[in-house]
């Protein structure tokens, strides 16, 4: 019955989190005005285990973790147990730019992940993770002259990208783990810019939009070495394919006369004209007797190669355009701390202590110059659960502060709280009786 409870938990948890994913892309989920450039605002993919180490996990191998950054990690799951893992984040965000302060806040269900394992030496993984969000909406207002007025510009958008997937991680010989993670990437966006002026009677509004339905592939590789008796390293290794993205973006103008209500329309189509980009990542993990883990993760995203649809003013010509994005990387580091994993006696020296760091750089340009850099700092807590019949499941919680910003652009400070319950069942434990 136990086992039951759990199975429409998981399945609930699931289909949960994909209503909250379809809800947020319809409420402007990010609030965030970069999120007009590119694919909107790329999501963090990480689970609760390793968020208060900043997202660090690409070496990261353990049989009680679901640790989606690198496939090949499934293979360390044990014969008996069955792990899900749900999470979920809140978070305050502030927009300065010159003398205007503006504060946002919102709350998602980011992602609902499982893992077991299959046969020996191989784990398989399913689940659902965000991929990207668009949610923004303001106003400026400039005035010009009298004969045109104060013009008035007005933008919009929401949507975002979303991804369930099924992985599989092997351990053919003792220290290599190879893995994949296949994946179905679908949602929409639409974006609309609106102008209108004090003394013409013509509007202009332009509405861009586009629909996301394809796959995703990414494969893994750890190699873990024993240093001594009491140490262990592990190298990953992860590489994402490229590919277009079956999607045709849609542009849509409509000037519309107010005085005889009388509207023109032109519409232009790009046929697949949307486009994943090639990813390298590659992380080094140390730890020492079970009790200390320090890792390091470093990623590269080619999005300097990719053309994006852009409307040109002079040509009045809606068409792909090289030089609007750019390669993005990161860099992060973590470290995991438990004083005594097997303590009986203090509760808090089985509480895994966690800090983290993190420098980005931005995929998009804004008016030919780079978009915010981004810094961020996080710590967090891995709190075992205890009760009568399981002792094995944790509750991570950490804070992550973001400072995004960028010469002459709009600087923002995000400070976001994540929970994630990680389910650590034995589901295939046979029992003797006497």
Same mark, same amino acid.
């Given at each position: 019955?136990?086992?039951?409870?759990?199975?429409?938990?998981?399945?609930?948890?699931?289909?949960?989190?994909?209503?909250?994913?379809?809800?947020?892309?319809?409420?402007?989920?990010?609030?965030?005005?970069?999120?007009?450039?590119?694919?909107?605002?790329?999501?963090?993919?990480?689970?609760?285990?390793?968020?208060?180490?900043?997202?660090?996990?690409?070496?990261?191998?353990?049989?009680?973790?679901?640790?989606?950054?690198?496939?090949?990690?499934?293979?360390?799951?044990?014969?008996?147990?069955?792990?899900?893992?749900?999470?979920?984040?809140?978070?305050?965000?502030?927009?300065?730019?010159?003398?205007?302060?503006?504060?946002?806040?919102?709350?998602?269900?980011?992602?609902?992940?499982?893992?077991?394992?299959?046969?020996?030496?191989?784990?398989?993984?399913?689940?659902?993770? !965000?991929?990207?969000?668009?949610?923004?909406?303001? =106003?400026?207002?400039?005035?010009?002259? $009298? +004969? %045109?007025?104060? #013009?008035?510009?007005?933008?919009?958008?929401?949507?975002?990208?979303?991804?369930?997937?099924?992985?599989?991680?092997?351990?053919?010989?003792?220290?290599?783990?190879?893995?994949?993670?296949?994946?179905?990437?679908?949602?929409?966006?639409?974006?609309?810019?609106?102008?209108?002026?004090?003394?013409?009677?013509?509007?202009?509004?332009?509405?861009?939009?586009?629909?996301?339905?394809?796959?995703?592939?990414?494969?893994?590789?750890?190699?873990?070495?024993?240093?001594?008796?009491?140490?262990?390293?592990?190298?990953?290794?992860?590489?994402?394919?490229?590919?277009?993205?079956?999607?045709? !973006?849609?542009?849509?103008?409509?000037?519309?006369? =107010?005085?005889?209500?009388?509207?023109? $329309? +032109? %519409?232009?189509? #790009?046929?697949?004209?949307?486009?994943?980009?090639?990813?390298?990542?590659?992380?080094?993990?140390?730890?020492?007797?079970?009790?200390?883990?320090?890792?390091?993760?470093?990623?590269?995203?080619?999005?300097?190669?990719?053309?994006?649809?852009?409307?040109?003013?002079?040509?009045?010509?809606?068409?792909?355009?090289?030089?609007?994005?750019?390669?993005?990387?990161?860099?992060?580091?973590?470290?995991?701390?438990?004083?005594?994993?097997?303590?009986?006696?203090?509760?808090?020296?089985?509480?895994?202590?966690?800090?983290?760091?993190?420098?980005?750089?931005?995929?998009?340009?804004?008016?030919?110059?780079?978009?915010?850099?981004?810094?961020?700092?996080?710590?967090?807590?891995?709190?075992?659960?205890?009760?009568?019949?399981?002792?094995?499941?944790?509750?991570?919680?950490?804070?992550?502060?973001?400072?995004?910003?960028?010469?002459?652009?709009?600087?923002?400070?995000?400070?976001?709280?994540?929970?994630?319950?990680?389910?650590?069942?034995?589901?295939?434990?046979?029992?003797?009786?006497?």
């Amino acid at each position: 019955m136990k086992k039951s409870i759990f199975c429409g938990f998981m399945v609930a948890s699931i289909l949960t989190a994909s209503t909250m994913r379809a809800q947020s892309n319809t409420q402007s989920s990010t609030m965030s005005p970069y999120s007009q450039y590119g694919l909107g605002i790329l999501a963090d993919q990480s689970q609760g285990f390793n968020r208060g180490m900043n997202g660090t996990g690409l070496a990261l191998r353990s049989g009680t973790l679901v640790n989606t950054l690198n496939p090949a990690s499934y293979s360390a799951i044990d014969s008996l147990t069955m792990l899900f893992d749900a999470g979920l984040s809140a978070q305050h965000t502030n927009f300065k730019e010159g003398n205007t302060s503006v504060n946002t806040r919102k709350g998602t269900f980011d992602y609902a992940v499982g893992l077991f394992r299959m046969r020996r030496h191989l784990g398989v993984s399913f689940g659902l993770l !965000p991929f990207s969000d668009v949610g923004y909406n303001y =106003t400026t207002s400039t005035y010009l002259s $009298t +004969t %045109i007025g104060r #013009i008035t510009e007005t933008y919009s958008g929401k949507g975002g990208l979303h991804q369930a997937f099924v992985g599989a991680g092997w351990n053919p010989v003792k220290p290599l783990s190879v893995g994949v993670n296949v994946g179905y990437l679908w949602g929409n966006y639409t974006r609309s810019a609106t102008s209108s002026a004090t003394v013409t009677v013509n509007s202009l509004s332009k509405t861009y939009k586009a629909s996301v339905s394809s796959y995703t592939l990414n494969v893994g590789m750890q190699w873990q070495q024993p240093i001594g008796r009491q140490d262990r390293l592990t190298l990953g290794a992860t590489w994402g394919v490229g590919h277009k993205l079956n999607a045709d !973006p849609i542009c849509e103008i409509i000037t519309l006369n =107010t005085a005889t209500v009388v509207s023109d $329309t +032109t %519409i232009f189509t #790009i046929k697949n004209g949307l486009e994943l980009p090639t990813t390298i990542g590659a992380g080094l993990a140390w730890e020492h007797q079970q009790r200390l883990t320090v890792a390091a993760d470093f990623s590269l995203q080619k999005w300097g190669g990719i053309s994006f649809p852009d409307y040109d003013e002079e040509q009045k010509t809606y068409q792909l355009r090289s030089g609007l994005l750019k390669d993005r990387t990161r860099l992060s580091i973590g470290m995991d701390y438990v004083p005594q994993p097997l303590s009986r006696r203090s509760y808090l020296k089985r509480v895994h202590y966690k800090l983290g760091a993190a420098y980005a750089t931005p995929y998009y340009k804004i008016n030919g110059q780079d978009g915010p850099k981004e810094m961020s700092l996080s710590a967090g807590l891995g709190l075992p659960l205890q009760n009568a019949w399981n002792n094995r499941s944790v509750l991570n919680v950490s804070a992550q502060w973001i400072h995004s910003s960028a010469k002459d652009l709009i600087t923002d400070n995000t400070f976001r709280i994540s929970v994630g319950l990680t389910f650590n069942e034995k589901w295939f434990d046979k029992f003797r009786i006497e």
